[in-house]
């Protein structure tokens, strides 16, 4: 497989150098491919993207305003690598697979708090309001050297929305769609003296749809509907040059509607929160302190009816010291992390899981550029209460062949700690689970010219004890239905390639797109992981003239296999998305949005042999949006 694309990249070569030299002297695009911007997350401190050894991706505010009406898992499926399962309609359970790992081997962020469940392990995405995100950083690749236990896959870090200036300046917009769908959302941010501040609140509430396609009790197929209120707010005191106070909050609420074969109107309401101050000095010319304290939390609440409740509620208390040094050539970072995780589930009132566990590292990190070379060092010990300590390591290189071209390579290793859930859970966990651990061995040829960027990612991610709810009811596992079970699988080896690009066919039209091959296989059974296509990508062209803007999207995914023994198989699909936009002044726009356009009937997920998720048909959403320049 990785011959036959370093053979089409030699090939492509010269045409990729010829098409740069017609077009240096010509208008070009705006938009980017993420190789030369300023992330944060590839090192836990602001560098170059062409520092940067790792797979980066980053999306602007342009980008998802592009997609309103949408949500966040919308969004995150047009990134590379990445496949999105749904469990029903808008506010159902979702999961991100991120390189063909697990959806809870993913380390996420909210302006550098943990979100991620403690008893699940998954982040409730559908929960997260588009409208209150300015930006999202993507890292591809196991990060626990970086960021701890569970980046086996990578680490997606959201920004919400702010704006830095010594104006006050307005936006919202108001917004409505197919499936009685509505939303609006309001914010403002200014200034006072050395006080920099602001706030926005959001709302969503759609009627959706079934929750499940073609149940066989009537009464599970009315319409399962979602809403959410959402709000974001930040306030930073500059105390004295190079000395400031950042506060943040995010916070979300939402309830959705769901089928369970009960016949019942079954509901769960989903509460997410996560707010840290920070404290940055620069104690020196080179010496930068930063001292962070937050608290992420998710509550969660399901009533199946007629009786049965459950509650699930996880806080997570996180402190960060971290100091960056700047060398002569690079910057060295270290960094003391804590993070305090406490659970307590119940079903109808009695306590299933009330336990807590504490996790203390130290990480230390250098990234650093000199003339053709870029240098990515990590190393950190994690030391856990429950599961003992983990030394994980990253080293990275880069070598940048001529102005256009650059090649990196790549080393990581990563673990993840089994989740309360996993352990505890009456009826499902098993408390004898070993921790996951992952080596990956990647690298990449990066192509930037003036009117076209490119890049080819390889990676190869050995998985070991690999959890899977896949397992027979053992002593110490005894769930109520056989292979359920959460069992270490052995050994997983996921293999793949990605291929991006972007390409600005003159001022006003864009061409860009990705496409992902892997196989994530277990070693024993050279089965492949359930739900994960093989092949998959996405097209999107781009047009924008004057007061227009014009997109349209193409998405695709190869078959897969809805269960580990690969015996239930999903089709194939393709969906076709566009979006149009007009200015109708400087402050105000008009946005159409239409998705699956060829109204596509296709499946994600599967409750039953019988039995599938639905998925939304053709549909339409218009905005109008303000922004006071």
Same mark, same amino acid.
């Given at each position: #497989?990785?011959?036959s ?25 705006q ?9 944060? &997350? ?7 993207t062409?520092?940067?050894?790792g797979?980066? &991706? ?20 047009? /990134? ?6 749904t469990?029903?309609? #808008? ?93 609006? *959302? ?11 501040? =602001? ?26 509907? @979602?809403?959410?209120?959402?709000? +974001? ?11 400031s106070?950042?506060? *943040?909050?995010f916070?979300?609420? =939402? ?19 996560? @707010? ?20 992420? /939390? ?10 049965? /409740?459950?509650?699930?509620? &996880? ?58 070379? +870029? ?11 429950? @599961?003992?300590?983990?030394?994980? =390591? ?16 790549q ?5 993840k ?14 408390p ?19 009117? #076209?960027? %490119? ?9 070991r ?11 110490t596992?005894?769930?109520?239905? %056989? ?20 390409? !600005? ?8 797109? *990705?496409?992902?091959? /892997? ?10 992981? !359930?739900?994960?296509?093989q ?10 003239? =004057? ?23 999903l ?26 356009i060829?109204?596509?009937? @296709? ?21 109008? *949006?303000?922004?006071?320049?």
């Amino acid at each position: #497989m990785y011959k036959s694309i370093l053979k089409t990249l030699i090939a492509i070569y010269p045409a990729l150098a010829f098409s740069e030299d017609i077009f240096r002297d010509s208008a070009t695009h705006q938009a980017s491919l993420s190789l030369d911007e300023v992330t944060v &997350t590839a090192a836990r401190t602001p560098i170059s993207t062409k520092t940067a050894t790792g797979d980066i &991706t980053i999306i602007e505010r342009d980008e998802i305003e592009r997609l309103s009406g949408s949500g966040l898992v919308d969004l995150l499926k047009l /990134q590379p690598g990445i496949q999105i399962l749904t469990n029903g309609g #808008m506010g159902n359970t979702s999961s991100v697979y991120m390189r063909g790992t697990n959806a809870d081997q993913l380390v996420v962020l909210v302006d550098g708090i943990r979100i991620n469940s403690a008893t699940t392990g998954t982040t409730a995405f559908e929960n997260l309001p588009l409208s209150t995100i300015d930006r999202i950083e993507i890292l591809r690749g196991p990060a626990s050297s970086l960021y701890g236990s569970d980046a086996i896959g990578g680490v997606i870090q959201i920004f919400t929305r702010r704006g830095l200036t010594d104006k006050t300046s307005f936006y919202g917009s108001v917004g409505a769609g197919s499936y009685d769908t509505y939303t609006g *959302n309001v914010g403002l941010s200014s200034q006072y003296k050395a006080l920099q501040f =602001g706030a926005q609140v959001s709302s969503y509430d759609t009627r959706g749809i079934s929750a499940r396609k073609n149940p066989p009790l009537a009464r599970d197929r009315d319409r399962d509907g @979602y809403r959410n209120l959402g709000g +974001s707010a930040f306030a930073t005191l500059n105390l004295a040059e190079g000395h400031s106070l950042n506060l *943040n909050f995010f916070g979300s609420d =939402g309830q959705n509607h769901y089928d369970n074969n009960n016949g019942f109107n079954n509901y769960s309401t989903m509460h997410q929160q996560a @707010y840290s101050a920070t404290l940055k000095d620069q104690i020196t010319d080179f010496w930068k302190s930063t001292f962070k304290y937050g608290i992420g /939390q998710d509550r969660s609440f399901n009533f199946e009816r007629p009786t049965r /409740q459950t509650r699930f509620q &996880t806080d997570q208390t996180q402190i960060t010291w971290q100091h960056d040094f700047t060398l002569p050539i690079g910057v060295l970072t270290f960094a003391y992390d804590r993070l305090e995780q406490d659970v307590l589930t119940s079903t109808n009132s009695i306590r299933n899981i009330d336990k807590s566990r504490n996790n203390d590292s130290f990480t230390l990190g250098y990234v650093g550029q000199y003339e053709a070379h +870029s240098t990515q060092l990590s190393l950190r010990e994690d030391h856990n209460t429950q @599961y003992g300590s983990f030394v994980t =390591g990253g080293i990275g290189y880069g070598y940048t062949l001529s102005p256009q071209w650059q090649v990196t390579t790549q080393y990581g290793s990563a673990f993840k700690a089994p989740t309360f859930n996993q352990l505890y859970f009456p009826n499902f966990g098993d408390p004898m689970l070993s921790p996951e651990k992952s080596d990956n061995l990647e690298a990449s040829l990066r192509y930037q010219g003036n009117r #076209m960027q %490119a890049k080819l990612t390889l990676f190869d991610n050995h998985i070991r004890n690999l959890i899977q709810n896949a397992g027979p009811v053992t002593a110490t596992c005894g769930a109520t239905f %056989a292979g359920f079970c959460p069992i270490n699988a052995g050994k997983v080896e996921i293999q793949g390639i990605t291929a991006e690009a972007l390409y !600005a066919l003159n001022a006003d039209w864009q061409l860009s797109g *990705n496409a992902t091959i /892997q196989s994530p296989r277990v070693d024993e059974t050279n089965n492949l992981l !359930a739900r994960r296509s093989q092949r998959y990508g996405n097209l999107v062209l781009q047009y924008k003239s =004057g007061d227009w803007d014009w997109s349209t999207e193409v998405s695709a995914f190869s078959p897969r296999y809805d269960n580990a023994a690969n015996t239930t198989t999903l089709s194939g699909y393709a969906l076709l998305n566009s979006t149009l936009g007009y200015k109708l002044s400087r402050d105000w726009k008009l946005q159409a949005r239409a998705n699956n356009i060829l109204d596509k009937d @296709y499946v994600l997920a599967k409750v039953s042999s019988t039995v599938d998720y639905n998925t939304m048909g053709a549909n339409v959403f218009f905005s109008l *949006n303000y922004d006071m320049h």
